[in-house]
């Protein structure tokens, strides 16, 4: 509820993974938040970084990663479906979907807002009006700025960085002229212009020539970094989204829904994700990404039978350059390489006819069924060897292939293509292509649910179920030397199995739920690895054939009365690649990645809430409330490297105030992170580097919040 997600702090979508059993949050190169749910999770740093876990706003997909944030303002509650998911609204998925529903407007004026002040000069402010315009129409309106000063020092000089700026707004329509017909208009957006935080350097390859070599390694502190000198490094980056819902009662069963969407991004960052003060690796990007999408569905709840079945079409395009500068790297000094760029431009159609069927066999057992099919065609051009201008890159190309494929004192050394120009090897021809190379992908697919509900008694339910879901292909962004890197991955798919219960005990004080999961994971697009002549190790995406994920999620939930309210949940996970997978790991040696875990998926998870309220006068109340969350070891990517492991770590938050036992009203003291855990949400490597994003430090400090009705 929205009163949960104030109480933890929660403010992004990635922030759910406190108290969300099975969530595990992370970012990519790029500084977007990555989702892995149960397992089943994507690291890909394209602007069309289509997501394993979708994002949802009262039922409207977000195509892409990077449109969730903001998602959570002025929100009733999140819903959280874990599971390949698509047979009842929206788009494929093979982890799951993350629903936000948003307040709406309301039949009688209601107001309020709420400001919170914290460390690092963290200033935010939010506020929402709502309320009718006429006996039809009712308006609300919602906003906040979140701000905060530089909370990140570097290692080698006297500078800072890390402050936010983010707004974000929403305003919603609501149109009831009948009984029967309904229509909802939403318009949302935000403006995104703080830092992208800069990484900690954890490891020097062997091969980094002097200048990165001699750069230091941090203290074991959170705020501690490096970033080159000189730029600005971050982001301009901003959201729009429209959607249209209407509803239409046919008859007092059946209801037909109108769901249209529109989305834009445009992006354009500055990132230094190296940990030194050097140019080893500074990437640039900017793009933009546009999405349309049509849903039509209709309902009917019948007796024993409710049945939906739906229409979906969506067209997103996206283009998306990123630009990696390595001037002081060893590709860089050792082949002239001053900067190699990377560019993709897709145009992707989805069609979906999708169906769901609920059947009571009896008074205690129905079955539930399922499908959706999927077409999708993408026609896209990349070109991941793009010259900035200066003949660099095409003469970085032309030295690969004169000094490492070619012997000069037998063959005419080859010109580079010029500046400017898309580069790519052939390893065929041995020759450089100097085009963008269009690229077609077209697939298909059939995804499904089924599953049985048995319910005793009122206070049990008893349930099993199988589910298929898929995520379509995708165009890689890495900028490579070597044509055939351009290809696409195809699309994963995950067919997953469900067991489980949730029981009520002692007069519904005591709620208890689990359950035990299998996964099997086909061609998963992963970040992976592939090893350039003269350069090294470069980063590539990749399937990976075979991979299984066995699991087990516990939660109790404890009101013995209504001032406390107790929370405990648990979730173990065995995540693996269960077949042959040859290829380079993060250090260049080529192994058989069999066996081992898949990246962002710790054994154990475990989260812990309590809350107490008691009366401090007749209309006073004071609450306490706590939060514990704990994850194992995890990896940032694949082939359990040493550098590549992310470490345990255990995060507790508290909070401690008053509140009108109205509910209008509150004042509370809250501290994160209080214990001033030293922890990493992500690890990588990089060409002569490795590096990890590390957590917030310990955070404190004040909110107040009111609301008029």
């Given at each position: 509820?929205?009163?949960?997600?104030?109480?933890?702090?929660?403010?992004?979508?990635?922030?759910?993974?406190?108290?969300?059993?099975?969530?595990?949050?992370?970012?990519?190169?790029?500084?977007?938040?990555?989702?892995?749910?149960?397992?089943?999770?994507?690291?890909?740093?394209?602007?069309?970084?289509?997501?394993?876990?979708?994002?949802?706003?009262?039922?409207?997909?977000?195509?892409?990663?990077?449109?969730?944030?903001?998602?959570g303002l002025d929100v009733e509650r999140v819903e959280v479906l874990k599971g390949p998911q698509g047979t009842l609204f929206g788009a494929n998925s093979t982890g799951g979907a993350v629903n936000y529903i948003a307040n709406k407007p309301t039949d009688s004026f209601e107001a309020g807002g709420s400001f919170t002040y914290g460390r690092f000069d963290q200033a935010d402010f939010s506020g929402y009006i709502?309320?009718?315009?006429?006996?039809?129409?009712?308006?609300?309106?919602?906003?906040?700025?979140?701000?905060?000063?530089?909370?990140?020092?570097?290692?080698?000089?006297?500078?800072?960085?890390?402050?936010?700026?983010?707004?974000?707004?929403?305003?919603?329509?609501?149109?009831?002229?009948?009984?029967?017909?309904?229509?909802?208009?939403?318009?949302?957006?935000?403006?995104?212009?703080?830092?992208?935080?800069?990484?900690?350097?954890?490891?020097?390859?062997?091969?980094?020539?002097?200048?990165?070599?001699?750069?230091?390694?941090?203290?074991?502190?959170?705020?501690?970094?490096?970033?080159?000198?000189?730029?600005?490094?971050?982001?301009?980056?901003?959201?729009?989204?429209?959607?249209?819902?209407?509803?239409?009662?046919?008859?007092?069963?059946?209801?037909?829904?109108?769901?249209?969407?529109f989305l834009k991004v445009n992006v354009d960052s500055l990132i230094d994700p190296d940990g030194t003060a050097v140019l080893n690796v500074n990437n640039s990007q900017k793009g933009d990404s546009k999405t349309f999408s049509q849903e039509l569905r209709a309902a009917a709840q019948l007796d024993r039978l409710n049945l939906l079945g739906g229409l979906y079409f969506a067209n997103d395009v996206t283009h998306?350059?990123?630009?990696?500068?390595?001037?002081?790297?060893?590709?860089?000094?050792?082949?002239?390489?001053?900067?190699?760029?990377?560019?993709?431009?897709?145009?992707?159609?989805?069609?979906?006819?999708?169906?769901?069927?609920?059947?009571?066999?009896?008074?205690?057992?129905?079955?539930?069924?399922?499908?959706?099919?999927?077409?999708?065609?993408?026609?896209?051009?990349?070109?991941?060897?793009?010259?900035?201008?200066?003949?660099?890159?095409?003469?970085?190309?032309?030295?690969?292939?004169?000094?490492?494929?070619?012997?000069?004192?037998?063959?005419?050394?080859?010109?580079?293509?010029?500046?400017?120009?898309?580069?790519?090897?052939?390893?065929?021809?041995?020759?450089?292509?100097?085009?963008?190379?269009?690229?077609?992908?077209?697939?298909?697919?059939?995804?499904?649910?089924?599953?049985?509900?048995?319910?005793?008694?009122?206070?049990?339910?008893?349930?099993?179920?199988?589910?298929?879901?898929?995520?379509?292909?995708?165009?890689?962004?890495?900028?490579?030397?070597?044509?055939?890197?351009?290809?696409?991955?195809?699309?994963?798919?995950?067919?997953?199995?469900?067991?489980?219960?949730?029981?009520?005990?002692?007069?519904?004080?005591?709620?208890?739920?689990?359950?035990?999961?299998?996964?099997?994971?086909?061609?998963?697009?992963?970040?992976?690895?592939?090893?350039?002549?003269?350069?090294?190790?470069?980063?590539?995406?990749?399937?990976?054939?075979?991979?299984?994920?066995?699991?087990?999620?516990?939660?109790?939930?404890?009101?013995?009365?209504?001032?406390?309210?107790?929370?405990?949940?648990?979730?173990?996970?065995?995540?693996?690649?269960?077949?042959?997978?040859?290829?380079?790991?993060?250090?260049?040696?080529?192994?058989?990645?069999?066996?081992?875990?898949?990246?962002?998926?710790?054994?154990?998870?475990?989260?812990?809430?309590?809350?107490?309220?008691?009366?401090?006068?007749?209309?006073?109340?004071?609450?306490?409330?706590?939060?514990?969350?704990?994850?194992?070891?995890?990896?940032?990517?694949?082939?359990?490297?040493?550098?590549?492991?992310?470490?345990?770590?255990?995060?507790?938050?508290?909070?401690?105030?008053?509140?009108?036992?109205?509910?209008?009203?509150?004042?509370?003291?809250?501290?994160?992170?209080?214990?001033?855990?030293?922890?990493?949400?992500?690890?990588?490597?990089?060409?002569?580097?490795?590096?990890?994003?590390?957590?917030?430090?310990?955070?404190?400090?004040?909110?107040?919040?009111?609301?008029?009705?």
């Open positions: 509820s929205a009163q949960q997600l104030e109480q933890a702090g929660i403010k992004d979508v990635g922030d759910l993974a406190k108290i969300t059993p099975g969530l595990t949050l992370g970012q990519n190169n790029l500084g977007v938040t990555t989702l892995t749910l149960r397992g089943v999770g994507s690291n890909d740093v394209g602007i069309a970084l289509r997501p394993s876990v979708t994002v949802y706003l009262d039922e409207a997909p977000m195509t892409f990663g990077i449109e969730a944030n903001g998602v709502s309320g009718p315009l006429s006996d039809t129409v009712g308006i609300r309106i919602a906003a906040e700025h979140r701000g905060m000063g530089d909370w990140q020092r570097s290692i080698t000089r006297n500078d800072t960085r890390g402050n936010r700026s983010f707004n974000n707004g929403r305003v919603s329509l609501l149109f009831n002229p009948s009984e029967k017909f309904r229509a909802a208009v939403t318009v949302s957006g935000w403006i995104d212009k703080g830092d992208i935080q800069a990484t900690q350097l954890s490891y020097l390859a062997p091969s980094s020539p002097p200048s990165t070599a001699a750069s230091p390694f941090p203290p074991a502190n959170a705020r501690d970094a490096d970033w080159t000198p000189g730029d600005e490094y971050e982001r301009d980056n901003n959201y729009f989204q429209t959607t249209l819902r209407m509803d239409y009662d046919l008859t007092d069963a059946v209801t037909l829904t109108s769901l249209t969407t998306d350059r990123i630009g990696s500068i390595v001037t002081d790297s060893s590709a860089g000094l050792g082949l002239g390489f001053n900067q190699l760029d990377a560019k993709t431009n897709q145009d992707v159609n989805n069609y979906a006819v999708f169906g769901n069927a609920e059947f009571k066999l009896t008074d205690q057992l129905t079955v539930q069924g399922g499908a959706r099919y999927t077409k999708s065609n993408n026609d896209g051009s990349s070109c991941l060897g793009l010259d900035p201008g200066d003949g660099s890159t095409s003469q970085g190309l032309a030295n690969i292939l004169n000094f490492g494929f070619r012997i000069p004192s037998m063959l005419p050394a080859l010109p580079a293509t010029g500046p400017g120009q898309c580069s790519a090897i052939d390893l065929v021809t041995l020759t450089q292509q100097s085009a963008f190379l269009p690229i077609t992908v077209d697939e298909h697919n059939v995804s499904w649910r089924a599953g049985l509900q048995f319910q005793p008694s009122s206070e049990t339910l008893l349930y099993a179920n199988a589910s298929k879901g898929f995520k379509q292909g995708t165009l890689p962004i890495f900028g490579s030397p070597f044509a055939d890197a351009t290809l696409p991955v195809t699309q994963e798919s995950v067919l997953s199995y469900e067991a489980g219960f949730k029981q009520s005990l002692a007069d519904r004080k005591l709620q208890l739920n689990g359950a035990v999961f299998l996964s099997n994971y086909k061609d998963k697009q992963v970040l992976g690895q592939t090893n350039v002549p003269l350069i090294g190790t470069l980063a590539a995406l990749v399937n990976v054939p075979k991979s299984q994920i066995k699991g087990v999620e516990l939660e109790a939930i404890l009101n013995p009365t209504p001032a406390f309210t107790f929370r405990a949940a648990g979730t173990y996970i065995d995540a693996k690649i269960n077949g042959d997978y040859i290829d380079p790991d993060a250090l260049g040696a080529i192994r058989n990645f069999n066996g081992t875990v898949l990246p962002s998926s710790p054994k154990f998870q475990l989260s812990a809430s309590a809350r107490y309220e008691w009366p401090l006068h007749d209309n006073l109340n004071g609450f306490v409330g706590a939060n514990v969350s704990h994850q194992s070891k995890s990896y940032g990517n694949l082939g359990e490297l040493t550098i590549l492991e992310i470490k345990p770590y255990t995060l507790a938050d508290l909070q401690l105030g008053v509140e009108g036992n109205d509910g209008r009203w509150s004042a509370y003291l809250w501290g994160r992170n209080i214990f001033n855990e030293y922890y990493w949400t992500n690890v990588q490597k990089l060409l002569d580097t490795g590096n990890r994003w590390t957590g917030m430090p310990a955070t404190y400090g004040v909110t107040i919040s009111y609301n008029f009705n």
